[in-house]
């Protein structure tokens, strides 16, 4: 069902159509044949490691059109979906070209926002895309957005940790819970971090409940069926039987640390945190760091498709350039350093052939996974579904409620949000 926009955003369309309010820099021009201006990137990567690389690669834009002005701006991530539809609503401040998370993207669009791509330079070698990627860049026939990486998650542990303890990776909850026992029992340390503020990281247990938050197809919500309430009931146990430690803030930071200082054997979590992890101490031998498929639950065995596209805003004064910019920084040339250094899945079927992604065991790995992935709804309220959820899974993990409320909760706060679905 497509979500009807707001008089004040439908005005704010219009303006931006009438008066092209992209960045504040003069219009680029390409009557010599040749691109110039500025194109204003919000990069959403994580600071310390991706945006190093995403910025050289930027750079390297630069040096093949000399005329173009990148201007990078890095934006946290937690932030960054609001900020560009205040921007772009208002008409002000808005960037020419966004690094929209996957269900952002059909929000965007449906909003008005987006440039459509078809016909585009953006789109290059299009059939080129893996096709699981792509799904989430489409809105109502139109293409508005690029794939530029796409994930999953897996488990995370530590090799001598386990090795020391006996065990191998769970492959499911009886599992781990039988593992994380001997990790304690061996070496005093916790077996699993679960992190507790944010809901994508329940998204596993959920699918291995054989849940899922709705049917798009039904237009139904299911997060409240008995599916959806067995998961709730299993995070909650992993927490109560010791097999887990959690937290109801800075989840992403302390599970990090925890993980990289040895305090506990296993996170879950995906290929966008493996630079950051070794950065810790317990991983200065990078070989030390295992990855395994998330442990099924009682019905299946499921991680979650994540991933992030780039978009060209509607009001861009310098589309052109913004559509050149992003066919470079989604090119396989590109998607292959970031593999490389990054250890990011490409979104491009021949990236993978390249030697960077070949080399690297992570990619490696979570390719398998991204193609077996679970695709989240890619509908504009999609990425709203996330806040209901948040609310219940923490207070689930702390006590405060109920795996069955919860799931009653989070379902009736989705049938506000989605107008006229059961």
Known sequence: MRRGITATALVAALALAATACGSDDETGSKSSGELSGTVTWWDTSSVGSEDKVFKKLAEGFEKKHPKVDVKYVNVPFGEAQNKFKNAAQAGDGAPDVIRSEVAWTPDFANLGYLAPLDGTAALKNQDDFLKQAVASTEYEGKTYAVPQVIDSMGVFYNK?????AGVEAPADLDDLKAVAKKIKDKTGKTGLYLRGDDPYYFLSFLYGEGGDMVDAGSKSVTIDKPEGVKAFKAV?????DGTAKTDASDGWENMMQAFKNGDVAMMING???????????????KDNLGVAPV?????????PQGGHNLAVYAGSKNLEASYAFVEYMTSVDSQATAAGELNLLPT????YAKKEAVDSEIVGFFKPVVETAVERPWIPEGGSLFEPLRVEYTKV?????????????TGDSYRKLLEGWK
Do not use: N
């Open 236 to 240: 909650k146990e992993l927490v109560d």
């Open 160 to 164: 001598k940790m386990f090795k020391e």
């Open 348 to 351: 491009r079927t021949s990236a």
């Open 397 to 409: 993990l702390t006590g405060q409620t109920t795996p069955e409320k919860a799931a009653k909760a």
């Open 271 to 285: 290929p966008w945190a493996v630079a950051d992890t070794l950065t810790g101490s317990e991983f200065t031998d």
């Open 295 to 303: 442990p099924a639950g009682s019905a299946a065995q499921g991680a």
